[in-house]
T-cell receptor
Framework: GESVGLHLPTLSVQEGDNSIINCAYS??????FIWYKQESGKGPQFIID?????DKRQGQRVTVLLNKTVKHLSLQIAATQPGDSAVYFC?????????????FGAGTRLAVHP | KAGVTQTPRYLIKTRGQQVTLSCSPI?????VSWYQQTPGQGLQFLFE???????NKGNFPGRFSGRQFSNSRSEMNVSTLELGDSALYLC????????????FGSGTRLTVV
């Protein structure tokens, strides 16, 4: 298969803290990156995306940082809430053409404690 | 508007049987992609269809096939089921490309016994 790794790390945070989820991507030719959130029993849900010509993009309570030099992507969640508890996946693709497949990371489980 | 609808939600099949899964994309979306999700291998791309044509295919054996109809609805078929085919099969749709990412359905949970 093409997914990255078998281990699913867990990040535990207190409600109200900021969370940072990291992802190392594999292909230096990747041009487009997406973060997804997957809750139990549901499909992945789009959170935020970033193109390779950017190094930072902000959404509502979320920020994605891209470091192409070291092929690293991170998702920052501000003021983490219990509803943020889920598995988070980064995904990469060479382009935005629909024929391009997404290559997903192994995922990180975020556990938010009250 | 309605999201991506996958049917059935759960399915139990016996080794050697075949199975067909269905996906109805969001209205107006013409691209449908399929992914397999397992605890061991994570999310893996199966194939992508646009206007009834398969444009890309992942590294899965020929037992995995799919098609798309003129109304953009898609089906995937797995023949001669193996225990290792047990997985959550996810369908995702988009207008034409990956902009804004896909919208995923909730998946079909296939268990092969």
């Amino acid at each position: 298969g093409e997914s990255v790794g078998l281990h699913l790390p867990t990040l535990s945070v207190q409600e109200g803290d900021n969370s940072i989820i990291n992802c190392a991507y594999s292909n230096s030719a990747s041009d487009y990156f997406i973060w997804y959130k997957q809750e139990s029993g549901k499909g992945p849900q789009f959170i935020i995306d970033i193109r390779s010509n950017m190094d930072k993009r902000q959404g509502q309570r979320v920020t994605v940082l891209l470091n192409k030099t070291v092929k690293h992507l991170s998702l920052q969640i501000a003021a983490t809430q219990p509803g943020d508890s889920a598995v988070y996946f980064c995904a990469e693709t060479p382009g935005i053409g629909g024929y391009n497949k997404l290559i997903f990371g192994a995922g990180t489980r975020l556990a938010v404690h009250p | 508007k309605a999201g991506v609808t996958q049917t059935p939600r759960y399915l139990i099949k016996t080794r050697g049987q075949q199975v067909t899964l269905s996906c109805s994309p969001i209205s107006g979306h013409r691209s449908v992609s399929w992914y397999q999700q397992t605890p061991g291998q994570g999310l893996q791309f199966l194939f992508e269809y646009f206007s009834e044509t398969q444009r890309n295919k992942g590294n899965f054996p020929g037992r995995f096939s799919g098609r798309q109809f003129s109304n953009s609805r898609s089906e995937m078929n797995v023949s001669t089921l193996e225990l290792g085919d047990s997985a959550l099969y996810l369908c995702a749709s988009s207008t034409a490309g990956l902009d804004y990412g896909y919208t995923f359905g909730s998946g079909t949970r296939l268990t092969v016994v």
